[in-house]
Structure formats: C-alpha cells, structure tokens
C-alpha cells in the first residue's frame, strides 16, 4: 500500500437523540487538521479505512457491528481530540485500530 496515501475515514453520526456537544463541528475541526492525514467521507462509500462513529453522548448506541472494516467511537470533544492526536502520531492506514 502507498504509504503516503490518505487515511479514509468513513463517518457515521448518531441519531443525535441527546447530543451534549456539536458533532458536525467537531468533526469539521477534525478534518482540518488532520488534512494531510486523512479524508472524511461517508461510512458508506467504498474501500473505507475506519469509521469514526460521532455519538452525542456517552451512551453510544450506535450498533457497530454491522461494519466491516475497525471502528473507533467519539461520545465528547476529549474522545475526538484523543483521536486526532493519534492519528498525528500514526503513520500509515495499516497501523490505525480501535
């Protein structure tokens, strides 16, 4: 695999039922700044890397078991700023797991 290729990052929301932060936003701030790293698509588009599940709370509700490909789930502002962080320390799509 290219190394230098981006990380496609397929996005999943809840259905926002209780949301304690602004979700769309958060992933916007993320997606700027991992610009260079990563592409944010929809979860349904093809030859996704991960999906990032953006719950408003922490209950996560979301059934991820219906993904094929590894899922990390951000339930606050803190668990998406965890996960940028480690996406700037990772390398390349073959290292990133849940």
Avoid: W
């Avoid at 809840?14 to 700027?32: F, T």
């Avoid at 700044?33 to 709370?57: H, P």
């Avoid at 490909?69 to 965890?82: E, F, T």
């Amino acid at each position: 695999m290219n190394r230098h290729r981006k990380l496609r990052i397929g996005v999943k929301y809840c259905g926002g039922c209780n949301p304690s932060y602004d979700r769309v936003a958060l992933v916007k701030r993320m997606e700027k700044t991992l610009v260079k790293k990563a592409e944010f698509i929809s979860f349904q588009e093809k030859n996704v890397d991960l999906v990032l599940v953006v719950c408003g709370c922490e209950t996560g509700c979301v059934d991820t078991r219906v993904f094929e490909v590894p899922v990390h789930l951000v339930a606050s502002i803190a668990d998406g700023d965890r996960f940028v962080e480690r996406l700037i320390r990772e390398a390349s799509p073959e290292t990133v797991r849940p």
